[in-house]
């Protein structure tokens, strides 16, 4: 079995073919259809669900946009609606500079167009994935072929942890600004990725290793500096601003970090971080959502940790250090939360699994065998309030 990319003839000539005029192709057109096909199998399921998981004895059916009224959603809303200071019931609420503003700016500026605020979100997520998914096609083009692409796309929007992509959550539109922000480096339009990724770390703080990990990618495939590194600087330089902006409202330069200690995380040694998530996956003396959610945690570190290997084992420098620093964050907080979400945001994954599997077709019928199970488990869980990841 081999991994390795394509050869340079075979990259040069997908990008001159991916590029020109960057006109939706076939591959681009599939890639939408399987897009809209997915999100309406999830919108069938979470109201199958729904109906069928429903206190009978109650009134009336839940509507579909409060299907999707649960955990992180409602924080992204309360900023967009009352800024970072939270509603005033709730002062101080400090928690809430742990999200970034990309997300809830965007909810602000549709809210008087449509009005409400998790039905924007649902739309933010929607418009965004079908972006990403075209954009992960194109870069499996440019790396190898469509088919990688294609496959990869397939693969993304079938995750165990796909359900992320639907609800009004910010990975969609954080993958829909991030992997044209690389498709844009590969192709050597070094503005148009800073700007990207500009976009990107305004929305996550994983834009801050998607920065470093361009700064990367230039420093190995860019002999000379030019002019245009510069915009490499963009997405730091956006960082930046938002903890001056959150100096002015806290006083601390440091509050984003600070933040996550509401949250209950803080920086730790990685073998503590590996015990607390054990306890909390087989020791608690609880089989729940929580220790089912803490198992996958585990795993999903696992895989990043391989994934991060692989990628050095290939000289993919970039997305290293990409995946990398994202694994260390992880397992240097008190436990793992949220990796298996982040899962998302890790493309190549989605384009080895896709470039392995279509050299390996059993991987291919393994992972359908499984992922959209566990995607549909996920779905049920995360309508009807329970916690997914």
Request: proline share 5%.
């Amino acid at each position: 079995m081999t991994l390795a990319p394509a050869s340079p003839a075979t990259r040069d000539r997908a990008a001159r073919r991916w590029s020109a005029g960057d006109r939706l192709s076939g591959a681009d057109r599939r890639a939408l259809v399987l897009w809209f096909a997915s999100r309406a199998a999830v919108a069938v399921l979470a109201v199958a669900g729904a109906w069928n998981l429903r206190d009978h004895a109650a009134a009336g059916m839940p509507s579909f946009v409060s299907l999707w009224d649960h955990w992180d959603v409602g924080l992204f809303t309360k900023v967009a609606h009352w800024g970072y200071d939270g509603y005033p019931a709730h002062y101080p609420d400090r928690g809430v500079v742990a999200f970034f503003p990309g997300l809830p700016l965007v909810l602000r500026a549709l809210h008087p167009v449509l009005g409400g605020w998790v039905g924007p979100g649902l739309l933010v997520s929607f418009v965004a994935g079908a972006i990403a998914s075209v954009a992960l096609v194109r870069l499996g083009a440019l790396e190898d072929d469509a088919s990688t692409g294609s496959r990869a796309a397939l693969y993304l929007v079938l995750s165990p942890y796909a359900v992320f992509l639907f609800a009004g959550y910010s990975e969609a539109l954080f993958l829909a600004l991030a992997i044209p922000a690389w498709l844009s480096a590969r192709r050597g339009r070094w503005w148009a990725a800073g700007l990207l990724a500009a976009g990107a770390a305004s929305v996550r703080v994983t834009g801050l290793f998607l920065a470093v990990a361009l700064v990367v990618h230039y420093a190995v495939t860019v002999r000379r500096p030019r002019r245009d590194a510069g915009w490499l600087l963009a997405p730091f330089a956006g960082v930046a601003g938002y903890a001056g902006y959150l100096y002015t409202l806290t006083g601390d330069w440091l509050a984003w970090p600070h933040a996550q200690r509401v949250w209950g995380r803080q920086f730790t040694l990685p073998w503590t971080a590996f015990v607390n998530t054990w306890h909390g996956a087989f020791n608690s003396g609880r089989i729940d959502n929580y220790a089912w959610s803490f198992r996958a945690e585990i795993l999903a570190v696992l895989v990043g940790v391989a994934l991060t290997v692989v990628l050095l084992w290939l000289r993919r420098w970039g997305e290293a250090t990409y995946v990398g620093l994202q694994v260390i964050a992880f397992a240097t907080s008190s436990f793992y939360l949220s990796v298996g979400r982040a899962t998302l945001l890790w493309w190549p994954l989605w384009l080895l699994l896709a470039r392995w599997s279509l050299r390996r077709p059993a991987v291919h019928v393994a992972y359908l065998s499984v992922a959209p199970a566990l995607m549909a488990v996920a779905v049920l869980s995360f309508t009807s309030g329970r916690w997914v990841g």
